[in-house]
């Protein structure tokens, strides 16, 4: 296999941009043995083969890319987790971002459509229905043009809230850091809210006010998505993680 026409191969189909394109860096980082790096590229590539319907709206793979990235600079055990927490991570940030996007309200309607294609669908035509749900949002030159003002990738939030924005900011990336599964929720929970309430302290937003309380439901919801995600992946087939052709 040759690496570099591989590299071109998903920098051509993410439409990342040269200077933007980081992933031979990270990897050669991360891996010293070509067979290493030829297993994860090939990985790579058989995950962004989920999107191929979607490869013209730039945002979508932009996050795609940003996902990948994220992943990579986890602690990976092994290279044969990569692919199941690739799809974990990425679809725990399209819902993240698609709620933001439909102002929260719309959560029940995503879980809900989630829960039914995790139930009844293989990878390929869940992604196909998170893509047809997400492509108004990635379409929206507007919204995409906050996003990119306010240099916020990974997750987007309440853009017209600094404070908000930096607490959610923050609980977005204390929760990344913490090892949560379903056996440990109410441990995660009492700590998230220990966190939260520090981090209101600090903001000097009064506890028990119509603020701090819309607040803490909002990274409660941040919680509960990842818990779902958790969850509904849990009995996911794990034959479903496996490579798909990309021929």
Same mark, same amino acid.
């Given at each position: 296999?040759?690496? =570099?026409?591989?590299?071109?191969?998903?920098?051509?189909?993410?439409?990342?941009?040269?200077?933007?394109?980081?992933?031979?860096?990270?990897?050669?980082?991360?891996?010293?043995?070509?067979?290493?790096?030829? =297993?994860?590229?090939?990985?790579? &590539?058989?995950?962004?083969?989920?999107?191929?319907?979607?490869?013209?709206?730039?945002?979508?793979?932009?996050?795609?890319?940003?996902?990948?990235?994220?992943?990579?600079?986890?602690?990976?055990?092994?290279?044969?987790?990569?692919?199941?927490?690739?799809?974990?991570?990425?679809?725990? #940030?399209?819902?993240?971002?698609?709620?933001?996007?439909?102002?929260?309200?719309?959560?029940?309607?995503?879980?809900?459509?989630?829960?039914?294609?995790?139930?009844?669908?293989?990878?390929?035509?869940?992604?196909?229905?998170?893509?047809?749900? $997400?492509?108004?949002?990635?379409?929206?030159?507007?919204?995409?043009?906050?996003?990119?003002?306010?240099?916020?990738?990974?997750?987007?939030?309440?853009?017209?809230?600094? &404070?908000?924005?930096? &607490?959610?900011?923050? &609980?977005? #990336?204390?929760?990344?850091?913490?090892?949560?599964?379903?056996?440990?929720? #109410?441990?995660?929970?009492?700590? $998230?809210?220990?966190?939260?309430?520090?981090?209101?302290?600090?903001?000097?937003?009064?506890?028990?006010?119509?603020?701090?309380?819309?607040?803490?439901?909002?990274?409660?919801?941040?919680?509960?998505?990842? $818990?779902?995600?958790?969850?509904?992946?849990?009995?996911?087939?794990?034959?479903?993680?496996?490579?798909?052709?990309?021929?």
């Amino acid at each position: 296999m040759d690496l =570099e026409s591989r590299y071109y191969e998903i920098k051509t189909f993410l439409s990342v941009p040269d200077e933007d394109f980081q992933l031979q860096q990270k990897i050669n980082t991360i891996f010293e043995s070509n067979d290493n790096k030829i =297993e994860i590229i090939s990985k790579i &590539i058989n995950f962004i083969q989920y999107f191929s319907m979607f490869k013209n709206i730039k945002p979508f793979m932009h996050s795609v890319y940003e996902c990948i990235i994220y992943t990579l600079d986890l602690n990976i055990e092994s290279i044969n987790d990569f692919n199941e927490l690739l799809i974990k991570n990425s679809i725990i #940030n399209f819902v993240q971002d698609y709620i933001n996007y439909a102002q929260l309200n719309q959560k029940r309607q995503i879980l809900n459509l989630l829960s039914d294609s995790l139930d009844k669908l293989q990878l390929q035509p869940l992604f196909i229905n998170l893509g047809i749900l $997400l492509k108004p949002m990635y379409q929206d030159q507007e919204y995409q043009s906050k996003a990119k003002d306010l240099k916020e990738v990974e997750v987007s939030y309440d853009f017209n809230d600094e &404070i908000a924005l930096q &607490i959610k900011r923050s &609980i977005d #990336n204390w929760l990344r850091d913490k090892v949560i599964d379903l056996n440990n929720q #109410n441990t995660i929970r009492k700590l $998230l809210t220990k966190e939260f309430y520090d981090l209101t302290r600090k903001y000097k937003i009064l506890n028990n006010s119509e603020t701090y309380e819309k607040l803490f439901k909002e990274v409660l919801e941040m919680l509960d998505i990842r $818990l779902t995600v958790i969850s509904l992946m849990e009995s996911f087939p794990e034959e479903s993680y496996q490579p798909i052709s990309t021929r």
